[in-house]
Nanobody, 119 residues
């Protein structure tokens, strides 16, 4: 069982930046093998994939306006982060951290952190 705790959400003006972080429970040796990702869900819309980073550190991004978001991981701190720049009101959503564990073949989700971008 993996528990994920997101942080870093909040209210920001359009054009601003936020960095979201997600800390995973458990030992760091296990975290190294996780595939990690960030999703978001705006009110009334489906959950949208934003970015992923594999245990190999290969990075990939969802089908949306790329370049503004950057995913990274710190295995020593069991953390995955999402740096978001040039934020727009349409980026307002609940942002979720995601883990796929090769060890047990399961997906895990955080509870989400709300990002609100004001115009």
């Amino acid at each position: 069982q993996v528990q994920l705790v997101e942080s870093g959400g909040g209210l920001v003006q359009a054009g601003g930046s936020l960095t979201l972080s997600c800390v995973a429970s458990g030992d760091r040796d296990t975290f190294v093998g996780y595939n990690l990702g960030w999703f978001r869900q705006a009110q009334g819309k489906e959950r949208e994939f934003l970015a992923g980073i594999e245990w190999t550190k290969q990075v990939y991004y969802g089908n949306f306006e790329q370049g503004r978001f950057t995913i990274s991981r710190d295995n020593a701190k069991s953390t995955v982060s999402l740096e978001m720049n040039s934020l727009k009101p349409e980026d307002t959503a609940v942002y979720y951290c995601y883990v796929y564990s090769w060890a047990d073949g399961k997906d895990y989700w955080g509870d989400g952190t709300l990002v609100t971008v004001s115009s």
